[in-house]
């Protein structure tokens, strides 16, 4: 297994502690075991969209919560007593898959079709960081 070390960005770079967290957290091994399937699909500039194959999961039974720039999706599914099975393919297991947001990105809608849950997302940057025209005035002198 290949590790980075990031101790030396850390004496030279300011302020991105939180970018080198989540590089770390990512190399480290996934416990969700990739379970459910998903996809990310960027649709313009400013729009995701998360896919996730969650059959036989009802809307109920599925919670989307975001806190700061973390979405959970968990599933969590009630145990049927009294069946049987002769053979288990299906997996009925409970999840928790979360997703590091960029800075303002929010949720913006969630919707279920066909056994995929569709997770709308788009970046809004607030006006204050936004490019923006600056005008040349060639009389800057203060009158007084």
Known sequence: MRTVDFTPLYRSAIGFDRLFDMM???S???TSGGYPPY??????E???RITMAVAGFAEEQLDLTQKENMLIVKGERKVEEGRTYVYQGIAERDFERKFQLADYVKVVGASMENGLLHIDLEREIPEAMQPRKIAINGNNLLEG
Do not use: G
């Open 46 to 48: 400013h729009n995701f």
């Open 24 to 26: 770390e957290a990512s």
């Open 28 to 30: 480290a091994k996934n």
């Open 39 to 44: 996809n990310i699909e960027q649709k313009d």
